[in-house]
T-cell receptor
């Protein structure tokens, strides 16, 4: 069965404490893997799109990487404003997205 | 500009009311989507429009009726909803629907409460 699994479910970090979020997938024919950030009560905000294994993308304190089975979102020296739910989604036919359950990140100052 | 707008931001309706949610994008995208998101859950796809034609209906109850008047606008008409339909309704758009259709950009959502 096609699945997208994110871990951990929740992560608490101190400001400046770097860490990684994981998104593993078991779909065939991956078309793209997407990372979104979502604040409570708001729509998902696009962060990155990755299309092939080995690809990496960076934006400020965030860096996304992709292998054949999983993706990591690395957060370097996070700040309290990085607190949000981070959603991973995969597209594997058409442009239908399958979302993981998300990782809730809390960064304390 | 990657902006998708949605109105209203909040909506409270009774089970006998008829209301509509509206979504607009000016990125020239040809695919538009409606998602439903319950608290602490990921978005769930409801409908996909491609070139103003309904492409995917994820077995959504008929009390939800989508409409795509033109390539920039997407509506969701609501009628005889149930309290369990209360959720955040998200609109999204992408360049195309097909393989490699590109990133989906989401609007801010409409928070719907059905009493």
């Amino acid at each position: 069965e096609d699945q997208v699994t994110q871990s951990p479910e929740a992560l608490r970090l101190q400001e400046g404490e770097s860490s990684s979020l994981n998104c593993s997938y078991t779909v065939s024919g991956l078309r793209g893997l997407f990372w979104y950030r979502q604040d409570p009560g708001k729509g998902p905000e696009f962060l990155f799109t990755l299309y092939s294994a080995g690809e990496e993308k960076e934006k400020e304190r965030l860096k996304a990487t992709l292998t054949k089975k999983e993706s990591f979102l690395h957060i370097t020296a996070p700040k309290p404003e990085d607190s949000a739910t981070y959603l991973c989604a995969v597209s594997y036919y058409g442009n239908k997205l399958v979302f993981g359950a998300g990782t809730i990140l809390r960064v304390k100052s | 500009d990657t902006e998708v707008t949605q109105t209203p931001k909040h909506l409270v309706m009774g089970m006998t009311n008829k209301k509509s949610l509206k979504c607009e994008q000016h990125m020239g995208h040809r695919a538009m989507y409606w998602y439903k998101q319950k608290a602490k859950k990921p978005p769930e796809l409801m409908f996909v429009y491609s070139y103003e034609k309904l492409s995917i209906n994820e077995s959504v109850p008929s009390r939800f009726s989508p409409e795509c008047p033109n390539s920039s606008l997407l509506n969701l008409h609501l009628h005889a909803l149930q309290p369990e339909d209360s959720a955040l309704y998200l609109c999204a758009s992408s360049q195309e629907e097909g393989p490699g259709g590109g990133t989906q950009y989401f609007g801010p959502g409409t928070r719907l409460l059905v009493l």
